[in-house]
């Protein structure tokens, strides 16, 4: 019997060898492809914004563009820091606790002269990159400017928002609250 059992455990240990020796040899064999890794170099990106004027329109009432353009603006720059050209984009992303709608917002943005209009804030684009904003309370995300800078460069902004005259006076005392947000990516 205990022969037996020595043969079994040596049959046993030659099966196992056998298996061992046979994923071994399959793994030697078989082929893998792989693909070059491409790695992307990007650069940084810096937004300055100046202290003041909050983002808000509070217990406000609708104003003509000529009366919304004499506002104060919300001023910011955005510099480009580093050693490659980027492009971006300004978005507007108005809060989901807003009273007033979006829709009587009216806005400019610019870089040196006021325009003469402002533009309603529903004619602006929709980002449709807004869920990367990372905002809990985002409602809508307006592209409402956008630009490339080379390495180095810097553009100061200017933003007015108001309330339009259309709106009527039951806007009046409502809050609107937005996020300024500058999305950019390299310029290749």
Request: charged share 15%; aromatic share 10%; glycine share 6%.
């Amino acid at each position: 019997m205990k022969f037996r059992y020595q043969m079994l455990l040596v049959l046993l240990a030659l099966v196992l060898v056998f298996a061992l020796g046979l994923a071994g040899s399959y793994a030697s064999y078989k082929v893998v492809h792989t693909s070059k890794t491409e790695v992307a170099s990007v650069g940084c990106f810096g937004i300055t914004f100046d202290e003041g004027t909050s983002i808000s329109i509070e217990n406000s009432y609708p104003v003509s563009d000529l009366t919304g353009l004499s506002l104060s603006p919300y001023t910011f720059k955005i510099t480009n820091y580093c050693d490659i050209a980027s492009k971006y984009s300004i978005t507007l992303n108005t809060l989901n606790t807003n009273t007033l709608d979006y829709s009587s917002i009216k806005y400019a943005l610019y870089t040196a002269d006021k325009p003469s209009t402002g533009v309603n804030l529903s004619g602006a684009e929709l980002n449709s990159r807004s869920t990367n904003l990372n905002i809990d309370s985002l409602d809508k995300s307006f592209v409402i400017g956008s630009g490339s800078l080379e390495s180095g460069e810097e553009v100061s902004y200017n933003l007015l928002l108001w309330i339009d005259e259309a709106a009527g006076n039951e806007e009046m005392n409502k809050t609107f609250e937005s996020v300024l947000a500058v999305i950019n990516e390299a310029n290749v």
